[in-house]
């Protein structure tokens, strides 16, 4: 009987989980050629995230996207939402970019200048200045909460949670005015968004940083699981040689090593790696291209004698093919990207040009529908409209309206306004024609309207002139 339970233990399903335990991860420092690029890059976006908003420029923040105004500041530039085809061209040039970017050099933006990448190098830097490199940790981490542990620990958390709140007020400085900002900090008049937008932000920061960090690349990241539809076999990818590196063995003194390949397996790869993979073991789309391999790789390279490039940035086919640097490069320029990088560049000038040569003035032109149309004491046929002037450059402007399409047509009042500088102007123009000007009903006129002393800002609008 007990024979027989036994057996149908044995038989019985076992459970699968779909769900991987995460382990944490202790990603070793290493220096080297690489890592000082991703040191400058990670300097360089944070200069210019946490400076910007400082900078001033006629005597305001030079880049302010003022949601309350409606208006967003770019240095010298002023948009309104009328302009939200530009926001459409900066997203079509940022995505050819980054196809660009992807198809010559894989992942390059993601070890080197996203923001979870950058916020996570700068977490570890807190981190590894605080606890002590990764035996460090490792160690803390294993031993039992005590009077040392809980002050090291409060202080990287502490340290972490102001760079996360710095961040969060940083973002809030670029929609709202940073002097205003500060102001409201210090007199505890901060508003509900405000608050909500600085511990979200920051909130989210100090989460995805400092804890989850190689999870956001892995999961929750949509570029790594379509990236590989922008890769081809001539896409520069980080790549191990096993053909060089096989068979991997440590080389002992005085063992014959003739028979092994250049990797002496000794795990350093899979070490410093910040999402925890073995390169060794081929391209992942976890691997997030910031070369912590390729300079730790080479450093062991240099200690046992061997030459570098075990691991090194390649292609598919230089692998297969055994293409030298001067092939690769050859290789990287087709037709693909000679595509990309036209489309990118005429999308460039394109928007450049009409940036350009854009009149800072917008018009709108409303009929009055209370009075379609409306008889004259002098008998003319009267018809009102509402003009919106849009003055979107920084200088008060005086504008002159004239207008045509009937005969007789003319503006009966002022025909000129003063507009106040990057503001919205509302006024009523009343005109007024013949009633044999014109067929009955509805005739097109326009609106010409110029700025006194610049006939280059100048806007035509259409409109239409009721006959009863």
């Not at 030079?62 to 309104?80: N, P, Q, T």
């Not at 933006?109 to 990764?134: H, K, S």
């Not at 040689?241 to 390949?261: F, H, N, Q």
């Not at 123009?429 to 700025?451: D, W, Y």
């Amino acid at each position: 009987m007990n024979q027989a339970a036994d057996q149908k233990k044995q038989e019985a399903p076992t459970a699968v989980s779909f769900y991987e335990k995460r382990k944490k991860i202790y990603a070793k420092r290493v220096r080297g050629f690489f890592d000082n690029w991703r040191i400058a890059l990670v300097l360089l976006t944070q200069i210019v995230f946490y400076g910007t908003p400082w900078l001033q420029w006629n005597d305001r923040q030079a880049i302010l996207f003022h949601l309350v105004e409606r208006k967003f500041y770019i240095f010298g530039l002023v948009f309104w939402p009328q302009d939200v085809i530009y926001l459409a061209i900066l997203l079509i040039i940022s995505a050819y970019a980054l196809f660009l970017v992807t198809a010559v050099a894989g992942r390059l933006f993601c070890g080197y200048a996203c923001p979870q990448t950058v916020y996570t190098q700068l977490f570890m830097w807190i981190e590894n200045w605080v606890e002590g490199d990764r035996n460090a940790r490792l160690k803390m981490d294993k031993a039992p909460m005590d009077a040392r542990k809980l002050r090291i620990k409060s202080t990287k958390f502490a340290l972490w949670g102001l760079l996360s709140l710095w961040t969060g007020f940083t973002l809030v400085g670029y929609f709202t005015p940073m002097s205003e900002l500060i102001n409201n900090v210090l007199t505890n008049n901060l508003g509900p968004w405000e608050m909500l937008w600085i511990f979200l932000y920051g909130g989210f920061t100090f989460l995805f940083a400092g804890f989850m960090r190689e999870q956001v690349c892995k999961y929750m990241c949509p570029y790594a699981r379509f990236q590989s539809v922008m890769f081809d076999p001539d896409t520069l990818i980080i790549t191990y040689d096993p053909d060089r590196g096989e068979p991997r063995g440590l080389r002992k003194k005085g063992a014959d090593t003739s028979k092994l390949g250049d990797c002496v397996d000794c795990g350093q790869c899979v070490v410093v790696c910040p999402t925890g993979i073995d390169i060794r073991n081929g391209l992942q789309y976890e691997c997030i291209g910031c070369a912590a391999c390729i300079d730790v790789c080479d450093q062991v390279m240099d200690k046992v004698g061997l030459p570098r490039g075990l691991v090194r940035y390649s292609t598919e086919n230089a692998m297969q093919q055994k293409l030298d640097h001067k092939s690769i490069m050859s290789h990287i320029i087709r037709p693909r990207i000679l595509l990309y990088t036209a489309i990118l560049i005429l999308i460039s000038i394109i928007a450049g040009y009409f940036l350009v040569h854009r009149i800072p003035l917008k018009v709108d032109i409303i009929r009055d529908r209370s009075t379609l149309a409306r008889e004259a004491d002098d008998g003319s046929i009267e018809n009102v409209f509402m003009l919106q002037i849009m003055n979107t450059s920084e200088s008060p402007q005086h504008y002159k309206l004239t207008v045509e399409g009937l005969e007789g047509l003319k503006i009966v009042g002022d025909d000129s306004v003063d507009a106040k500088a990057a503001g919205l102007t509302s006024f009523n123009v009343v005109l007024a024609a013949p009633p044999e000007s014109g067929k009955r009903g509805s005739n097109p006129i326009h609106f010409t309207i110029t700025a006194e002393g610049n006939s280059d800002i100048t806007l035509r609008e259409k409109a239409s002139f009721l006959l009863p």
